[in-house]
DNA sequence: CGAGTGACCGCAA
DNA sequence: ATTGCGGCCACTC
């Protein structure tokens, strides 16, 4: 039954994010994806902003690796919370996706 | 209830 | 390879 989107919308990302294991990032068009709108990346972001600050929004970065730029202290605040996941960020503010990116179903190495 | 906006993504020159 | 522009849909005021 995917009769709930609408408000659901929210409250799923939150989810997803809620769900993302320490050490690894998602992109907001894979969130946005798994929600049900891939066209609602920017959603993604806007929720990030106003959703709930205690979600590591900071394993959520952009389809090129980048990390956030609204999020609070910068994208240099941002690095720091990342390097604290043990997650490498470059000089270029961007993250090995390729490597990091994850995706729920695999749940490879739980190791929260 | 209406309009504006955005922590984005994809494509075109 | 880089740079610029539009579209898309939910959220906030």
């Known amino acids: 039954m995917e009769l709930e989107v609408d408000a659901n919308f929210r409250r799923r990302v939150e ?7 320490k050490g690894r990032v998602m992109t907001y068009g894979q969130i946005a994806a798994l929600t049900g709108n891939a066209r609602a990346a920017r959603i993604v972001g806007g929720i990030a902003h106003f959703g709930d600050p205690d979600l ?22 941002h690095k720091q919370v990342l390097e604290a996941e043990g997650i490498h960020v470059n000089e270029e503010y961007q993250v090995s996706i390729t490597e990091l990116l994850w995706t729920p179903g695999h749940e490879q190495g739980r190791l929260l």
């Not at 989810?15 to 294991?21: G, K, Y």
């Not at 389809?63 to 240099?76: D, I, M, N, S, T």
């Open 56 to 77: 590591p929004w900071q394993r959520v970065v952009n389809r090129h690796g980048g990390l956030a730029a609204g999020y609070p202290g910068g994208r240099e605040g």
């Open 15 to 21: 989810a997803l994010v809620a769900q993302i294991p």
